[in-house]
């Protein structure tokens, strides 16, 4: 009887263990920059780079950057066209995969207002080119739509909520990530914005909890016309 459950306590010691050190039970953390340059009237440069730890500043999880071209038709629209690198490591506490991949995209983005809400609609369509590993590469089409409301709180201040939904239409069950999320926006100066937010990553084998930590750019390049 003793052994029993000496064995049944050492088992039990090692699945706590092996749940405290699983990413599930981790609070990770998002680096994040993000920028829109205006260069004319109606197209602006897009540029993004993503830094991504499974904990707070350690335990690389994913890097990836983006560069885009945005054109504007009127103050509610506008589409972007563009291309993003990442690297990521799917294994917490373990060694990398040396995954990599390049995405081509296209975004259909919309303005519009609910009483005193500022809500953004974004329509995503990803070609994503994965290398595995040495010997696997696959191709994969993605979809994405991400609904975010924004509500000012003063001339500095807003909060925002979003949900981003992720289809992979190469798969028989398509679903292949939820996000959930909620944060204040901190209008520092004309041109930078800051943001502090959480947010789960849901799958369907598992939900990661995540800090959002961002720089927001915006510039205007455009000549001033005497």
């Known amino acids: 009887m003793n052994k ?16 405290q050190n ?22 602006a440069i897009k540029t993004m780079a993503h830094f991504r730890y499974y904990e707070l ?24 066209l563009g291309l993003s690198y990442s690297t990521a490591d799917l294994v917490y506490d373990g060694p990398s995969s040396g995954l990599y991949e390049w995405r081509f995209y296209e ?21 994503r080119f994965i290398h595995k590993n040495l010997i696997e590469d696959v191709t994969q089409t993605w979809v994405r739509y991400n609904l975010n409301i924004g509500y000012p709180l003063s001339e500095k201040w807003s909060v925002y909520a979003f949900n981003e939904l992720f289809l992979n239409l190469d798969r028989g069950k398509r679903f292949a990530q939820n996000w959930t999320g909620a944060g204040f926006l901190h209008q520092l100066n004309p041109r930078t914005k800051l943001k502090m937010g959480y947010f789960q990553i849901k799958s369907p084998t598992r939900v990661l909890k995540r800090l959002q930590l961002g720089i927001i750019l ?9």
């Not at 950057?65 to 504007?72: A, E, S």
């Not at 975004?107 to 070609?127: A, C, G």
């Open 4 to 19: 029993i459950l000496l064995i049944m306590g050492l088992c039990l010691i090692s699945f706590k263990a092996q749940t």
């Open 22 to 43: 699983s990413a599930e039970n981790k609070l990770g953390t998002w680096y994040m920059y993000n920028g829109s340059h205006k260069i004319s009237e109606k197209y």
């Open 57 to 80: 500043a350690s335990e690389f999880q994913q890097e990836i950057y983006r560069l885009g071209v945005n054109y504007t038709f009127n103050p509610k629209t506008n589409i972007t």
């Open 107 to 127: 975004d259909l983005n919309l303005k519009s207002k609910w009483w005193q809400f500022n809500v953004k609609h974004r329509i995503r369509f990803e070609h």
């Open 218 to 226: 915006n510039t205007n390049h455009i000549k001033n016309k005497k």
